[in-house]
């Protein structure tokens, strides 16, 4: 199975921050690596798919990069309901596998 | 609008069976395929599997091979997922999610969830 490895595990900052998430890939992934932004008690939501490609409705202070192993997920400017927890997803075979998880903390 | 409804909270035996549903409004039920994932207390997401709305197919992980039985009626837009032999650490909150297509393997829908507790 392919392993997906995020950095930081949490992470502190304000309103207004710029905010970098890392993931990246036990092998080649292509550009099939997804980010997911999860809330206590609702369901996840699809941010960008295929490496840099917004999901329709998200603002367009998400972004994300990469490709083959490394990849990125950045918040332009930090707004108050961006506190959450994001996750990488690659969807390049099955099983597909996620990462740990980024806790993004006030 | 697109929608995903599971059914309510389970608590189930060691060795039970757990069937969740998963009824879908909103859109073409054979259109998208269907996935399933868990996340248990502290751990990060697991894929369970997928299965192919509108042909049946199926792909399970591997760690649930002989446990696990998705089904789906494209007459209800509805999926299910049921686990057998059910544990401890099978306690977690299981969702539906749908995939972009058929075959992309990433979910952009997701139900709200259904926590299943596995207590004696």
């Known amino acids: 199975d392919i392993q997906m490895t995020q950095s930081p595990s949490s992470l502190s900052a304000s309103v207004g921050d710029r905010v970098t998430i890392t993931c990246r890939a036990s092998q080649n992934i292509a550009s099939y690596l997804n980010w997911y932004q999860c809330k206590p008690g609702k369901a996840p939501k699809l941010l960008i798919y295929a490496a840099s490609n917004l999901q329709t409705g998200v603002p367009s202070r998400f972004s994300g990069s990469g490709s083959v192993t490394d990849f990125t997920l950045t918040i332009s400017s930090l707004q108050p309901e961006d506190f959450a927890t994001y996750y990488c997803q690659h969807s390049y075979s099955t099983p597909v596998t996620f990462g740990q998880g980024t806790k993004l903390e006030i | 609008q697109v929608q995903l409804v599971q059914s309510g909270a389970e608590v189930k035996i060691p060795g039970a069976s757990v069937k969740v549903f998963c009824k879908t409004s909103?859109?073409?039920?054979?259109?998208?395929?269907i996935h399933w994932v868990r996340q248990a207390p502290g751990q990060r997401l697991e894929w369970m599997g997928w299965?192919?709305?509108?042909?049946?197919?199926?792909i399970y992980s591997q760690n649930f091979q002989d446990r696990i039985s998705f089904t789906r009626d494209p007459s209800a837009s509805t999926a299910y997922m049921e686990l057998n032999s059910l544990r401890f650490e099978d306690t977690a909150v299981y969702s539906c999610?749908?995939?972009?297509?058929?075959?992309?393997?990433?979910?952009?829908?997701w139900g709200q969830g259904t926590t299943v507790t596995v207590s004696s």
């Open positions: 999610a749908r995939d972009r297509g058929l075959q992309y393997y990433d979910m952009d829908v």
């Open positions: 909103g859109y073409t039920f054979t259109s998208h395929a």
């Open positions: 299965i192919h709305t509108g042909n049946g197919n199926t």
